[in-house]
Structures are given as C-alpha cells and as structure tokens.
C-alpha cells in the first residue's frame, strides 16, 4: 500500500527567509503526487502537482518542489517566506491500486515577521 | 468558471436527527470524494464515488451514506447525527484522466449537540 509521510508537523521560518517542507511517499508506481495548501477556515488549494514530466515542479505563488525517486521524496520549497504563506500544508500521494487519495497528516508553516 | 460547491457552510443539529450536506461539482468530473477533517487526524476518506450509480466506502464510513443519482451531485447523509460526527466537511472532485488533481469544496462545519 502507499503511504506519505510528512517530517515536520510544524515549521517556523522569518518572513523573507527560504522555506522547506518535507515530504517522503511509498510506492510500487510512479506516483501522483500533490501538495495542498489550506488557509485557515478554507478549503485546500492545490499548490502543485508531479506529473512525471519533470522533476522540478512549480506551483503556484512561488512554491516548486522537486521529486526524487531515489529518495522517494517530493519536498516543497520557496526562496522566501511571506506573512501570506501562513497556513497548513498537505503532500497527498494518489494511490495506483485503488485510486484513491493518501494525505499526509500536514505541515502547520508559521512566518514570523 | 466551473467550481464544486458546498451546502450548508455551518450546520448545527441534535443526536439522533439525519441531515445531508450537498456537494454540487460542475467540472463534470466521474470522481467525487468526502473527507471529513478533524484536529490530530487530518483528512479521513468517508465514501467516493467514481461515476453515477457508483458508491463506495472509504476508511471512516460507518454512519455515513451517499447516492450518485448524477454526475453533479454527490449528497452525504448523516443517518442517526453522534456527537462524535462534529467536524468540518470537504467534499473534492477529479478527472479520471492524469494528472487527477482534486479539487475541493469549502468546507462544512458540523455541531452536533
């Protein structure tokens, strides 16, 4: 089964800093993979997505993340942290068994100013 | 623009009463899926529904039911309200084509008292 784990429930950088959050899966396939922002009391936006096409995916508002099979990693980057980047962070692997959504328990970022 | 919708955005009911919260999609997706969230939890798969007349359960589906009677609609009925079904809702929508990213409602915040 496919899993996805994300190393940090909580991560604090100052504003205009560089921001990581990581993000390890499992697979048998080549996955899908995702990463979801959510704003408190809203719902999730997609940030990104791993399309196989390239390793070095970018998003949206700044964010890329770059997908390593030999580590079976997809960690979320950003040259630098902005007060609007404050919210939850979710990595999500879409299963190819059953195709269903497997969602990391989330990365609370906070941006001290 | 097409959009998935919610509705309510906040219901408050007693144990033991049924209440359905609506999910509308008009990206005309086959997939559709109901999270619920919770604090320590994340987000927990109830039921998805992979096209009309199709349901199925998800990890956490006891005391929740859904119908696809269209490609639109993914209604989730709460038969017998618990207290312990006090959460925040998401219902999300995908493409059965890569690179299946979902897309998600606003959310529903549940009391049940």
């Known amino acids: 089964a496919q899993s996805v784990t994300q190393l940090d429930s909580h991560v604090s950088v100052s504003e205009g800093t560089p921001v990581l959050l990581r993000c390890n899966y499992s697979?048998?396939?080549?996955?899908?993979l995702f990463w979801y922002v959510q704003h408190p009391n809203k719902g999730l936006q997609l940030l990104l997505k791993?399309?196989?096409?390239?390793?070095l995916v970018k998003g949206i508002n700044g964010f890329e993340a770059e997908f390593k099979k030999s580590e079976t990693s997809f960690h979320l980057t950003k040259p630098s942290a902005h007060m609007s980047d404050a919210a939850e962070y979710f990595c999500?692997?879409?299963?190819?068994?059953?195709?269903?959504?497997?969602f990391g328990t989330g990365t609370r970022l906070k941006v001290l100013a | 623009d097409a959009e998935i919708t919610q509705s309510p955005r906040h219901k408050i009911t007693e144990t033991g009463r049924q209440v359905t919260l609506a999910c509308h999609q008009t990206?005309?997706?086959?997939?559709m899926f109901w999270y619920r969230q919770d604090l320590g939890h994340g987000l927990r798969l109830i039921h998805y529904?992979?096209?009309?007349?199709?349901?199925n359960k998800g990890e956490v589906s006891d005391g929740y039911s859904v119908s696809r009677s269209n490609t639109e609609d993914l209604p989730l009925t709460l038969e017998s309200a618990a207290s312990s079904q006090t959460s925040v809702y998401f219902c999300?929508?995908?493409?059965?084509?890569?690179?299946?990213?979902?897309?998600f409602g606003p959310g529903t915040r549940l009391t049940v008292t």
């Open positions: 990206w005309n997706h086959n997939n």
């Open positions: 791993y399309t196989s096409a390239a390793t």
């Open positions: 999300a929508s995908s493409d059965g084509d890569p690179p299946y990213e979902q897309y």
């Open positions: 529904s992979y096209g009309v007349q199709d349901t």
């Open positions: 697979s048998s396939y080549s996955p899908s």
């Open positions: 999500v692997v879409r299963d190819t068994g059953t195709y269903k959504y497997i």
